[in-house]
């Protein structure tokens, strides 16, 4: 008698808890405070669903088919093809790069990359995003990348393409931290959405804010262009949680809120 509640005590214990998180890899995860209170103590994004309080976490590109620790379930992050994509770029001037080009382009990366390292806590993010534009998905998230035949890094961000002059919008409230013309870029800015998250638009044919404006969801903020790096007009457009470039495209996806808080 005593084994069999013993026995059942342990299947009352391990059935209120999740046993594993599976994601793919460049997704947004979500895991339950309740189940991992220490998450409470950490400078983190935290977003309630449902009444239930849950810390909004990364899985990096870079982990394919790995298990990330340190969130009291076991993450597993599925080992996922993304495919590839090969683009030719005619101005070779853009791909093998001068001196003076290549010291310009590392000077952006560095600022780049500093502003991304914003963290404001003045505003709440909103997971409810739209689409920055109306036009056509020309390069999807996680493609491994060849330009004229010579292995890049992967494509970590959504490419949408549409003619000329398109309009682009905020697909969620947001600070405008960095506004720029930039190498590979073009015409670039970053707006922050709070606690981690940020998204970044390149290769604009015009800009229609300035750096510290705030903005609504839908607010204009720019013009589809071709300028910077680019082999016809589109969008680039990343998302950024915790400094990691996740799928723009999930964020949109009309299953976003069922997937992440399943
Ligand atoms: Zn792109």
Redesign the pocket.
């Given at each position: 008698m005593r084994f069999k509640a013993f026995i059942f005590f342990i299947f009352f214990i391990s059935s209120g808890l999740k046993s594993e998180i599976v994601v793919d890899p460049g997704e947004m995860i979500a895991v339950k405070i309740s189940t991992c209170p220490d998450l409470k103590n950490k400078e983190i994004f935290f977003y309630t669903f449902n009444n239930i309080e849950y810390a909004i976490i990364p899985s990096p590109f870079s982990k394919n088919s790995r298990v990330m620790s340190g969130y009291c379930v076991p993450i597993k992050i599925n080992k996922k093809d993304f495919g590839e994509s090969r683009i030719t770029i005619l101005d070779v001037s853009k791909v093998n790069l001068s001196e003076e080009d290549s010291q310009r382009a590392y000077k952006e990366s560095q600022l780049i990359r500093d502003s991304l390292k914003s963290y404001s806590k003045n505003i709440k993010p909103s997971l409810e995003f739209i689409s920055p534009v109306d036009g056509i998905i020309?390069?999807r998230y996680g493609k491994q990348r060849y330009i004229n035949d010579q292995p890049r890094s992967p494509?970590l961000?959504?490419?949408i393409a549409a003619a000329e002059g398109t309009k682009i919008i905020a697909p969620s409230p947001g600070k405008v931290i960095l506004v720029g013309d930039f190498f590979y870029s073009g015409n670039y800015l970053i707006l922050d959405h709070g606690f981690g998250l940020l998204s970044s638009y390149?290769h604009m044919s015009k800009i229609h804010v300035n750096t510290g404006d705030y903005l609504n969801q839908g607010d204009i903020i720019g013009e589809v262009g071709s300028t910077g790096r680019v082999t016809g007009p589109?969008l680039?457009?990343s998302v950024y949680l915790e400094k990691q470039r996740i799928n723009p495209e999930s964020m949109i996806a009309e299953n976003f809120f069922e997937k992440l808080f399943n």
């Open positions: 020309s390069s494509h961000a959504l490419d390149s589109h680039h457009w």
